[in-house]
């Protein structure tokens, strides 16, 4: 399989990161390969896929297109709250686009203090690169970026 790596340079409209619960609710929401759903529950670190929709999303969650950037969450405080709803949640990162990622709890109150109707203390974040993202609406799919998963597990993930 041939994959297109275009990590630098992307500057196209993004919407926002969709949380699923699990492999289940990843299959009823959106068209993913059989082979990549059985793999990704394999994967120990944070991958974002870009996927074509099953059910119509809001403009703001898709960018206004048929695809939208899904992940299942390993924190624990997502893992509850998918005891108590059953749908897809749209999530975002703490921290400021061009900047560094807010890891410490007092951080993240101070910076989006008045900016946010809601913030949860869940402790603070662990250090990480962030989720790897990549667009698998595309053939040959494409690395958009590396986080804690480098180009090179990405693309045995994506070819194993």
């Known amino acids: 399989m041939c994959i297109r790596d275009s990590i630098k340079g992307r500057s196209e409209n993004k919407g926002l990161i969709v949380l699923v619960r699990d492999e289940s609710m990843l299959e009823e929401y959106f068209l993913v390969d059989k082979n990549i759903l059985n793999k990704y529950s394999q994967i120990q ?4 896929i870009i996927l074509k929709t099953r059910k119509d999303f809001p403009q703001i969650v898709s960018a206004g297109t048929e695809n939208v950037a899904v992940r299942i969450s390993s924190n624990p405080f997502v893992k509850e709250l998918f005891n108590h709803i059953d749908q897809p949640v749209t999530s975002t990162s703490a921290n400021i686009s061009g900047s560094g990622n807010l890891v410490e709890i007092e951080d993240i109150c101070e910076y989006f203090f008045n900016k946010v109707d809601l913030i ?3 402790g603070n974040i662990p250090h990480s690169s962030g ?3 990549v667009d698998l609406t595309k053939n040959p799919p494409i690395i958009i970026r590396e986080g804690d998963l480098s180009t090179s597990e990405i693309k045995e993930f ?3």
């Open 158 to 160: 994506l070819s194993g």
């Open 131 to 133: 989720s790897a993202i």
């Open 120 to 122: 949860v203390d869940s």
């Open 45 to 48: 670190k944070p991958l974002t």
